[in-house]
């Protein structure tokens, strides 16, 4: 059984950073691409952020130069260190491969950026 389970979130100003991480356990993770995506209230998930099996790593425009994704394969684990914060970045955070699983949606971790 997959499970993907997130965390770091928090209420953060403006400017401000948050660290995530994402623990995966019933996939073979090394082989995978991962992907942090978010969901904002009213809006559709999106993609924000993913990272080939080899490291390669690419952004979506509205987070580039100010997220970066990374992985940890000895522990499953993938990470989304996200600086420079800004309110339209308040959503609730998941990971997933990349394309997505259906499947594998956890609950998620809640980041919202506001004074």
């Known amino acids: 059984q997959v499970q993907l389970v997130e965390s770091g979130g928090g209420l953060v100003e403006p400017g401000g950073s948050l660290r995530l991480s994402c623990a995966a356990s019933g996939i073979i993770f090394s082989i995978n691409t991962m992907g942090w995506y978010r969901q904002a209230p009213g809006k559709e998930r999106e993609l924000v952020a993913w990272i080939f099996s080899g490291g390669t790593r690419n952004y979506a425009d509205s987070v580039k130069g100010r997220f970066t994704i990374s992985r940890d394969n000895a522990k499953n684990t993938v990470y989304l260190q996200m600086n420079s914060l800004k309110p339209e970045d308040t959503a609730v955070y998941y990971c997933?491969?990349?394309?997505?699983?259906?499947?594998?949606w956890g609950q998620g971790t809640q980041v919202t950026v506001s004074s």
């Open positions: 997933n491969t990349r394309p997505y699983d259906a499947r594998y």
